[in-house]
């Protein structure tokens, strides 16, 4: 079990993670067939898979640092070695996709980008195998699970097709390319239409 400093933040992530899980699981549940299934677009399938995977990870990390007398490294090793091996698999799915440079640069730095969280995820929980209360790991692994969150967050965002206005909505112009709307695009979008148009 996590450290007395660790167990609150623990207990909170585990219980929010359990919820937006299940909130993930009844957005795809919707409609299956433009998410997750075979004919699905890859982008739309590498968000679902990537958002479900960061979900689980920080999901099965805080479940783990709540046993008491266990050693919470083997769990961030099981859980990041899982999530790495997914994100091998993007990078394979994308290697075969014949798409745009712009649409292959983009998700390229996403892949990489959580390629490094889950590989320094790793690293930490292998320095908690060998000395399970070293402050710096499980100071690092604590973090990393905020980080984790973040990254799932923003890829079931991405996944909903949520309104792009704001930071989030600005983060997710940015990965898929686009140009932010102008203010008069913003402006024509918020106005009422009339029943003629």
Do not use: K
Not at 133 to 159: F, K, M, Q, S, T
């Amino acid at each position: 079990m996590a450290s007395g400093d660790y167990s609150t933040f623990y207990s909170a992530s585990a219980g929010a993670g359990g919820a937006l899980i299940g909130l993930l699981f009844v957005s795809v549940s919707i409609s299956p067939e433009r998410t997750v299934q075979r004919g699905a677009p890859w982008e739309r399938r590498a968000a679902a898979e990537s958002a479900f995977v960061a979900l689980i990870n920080a999901f099965f990390i805080s479940l783990g640092a709540l046993l008491p007398d266990t050693n919470l490294g083997g769990f961030v090793v099981i859980a990041s070695g899982v999530a790495l091996f997914t994100c091998l698999g993007l990078a394979t799915d994308l290697l075969r996709e014949r798409r745009g440079w712009r649409a292959a640069a983009r998700s390229a730095v996403l892949i990489i980008a959580a390629l490094g969280i889950y590989g320094f995820e790793l690293a930490n929980g292998l320095r908690l195998l060998w000395n399970r209360g070293d402050p710096h790991a499980l100071n690092a692994v604590a973090l990393i699970v905020l980080c984790v969150y973040a990254l799932g967050l923003l890829r079931a965002w991405e996944l909903l097709g949520a309104r792009r206005y704001g930071l989030v909505g600005r983060l997710s112009l940015l990965m898929s390319g686009q140009d932010p709307p102008t203010a008069t695009e913003r402006i024509a979008a918020a106005a009422p239409r009339s029943p003629t148009d």
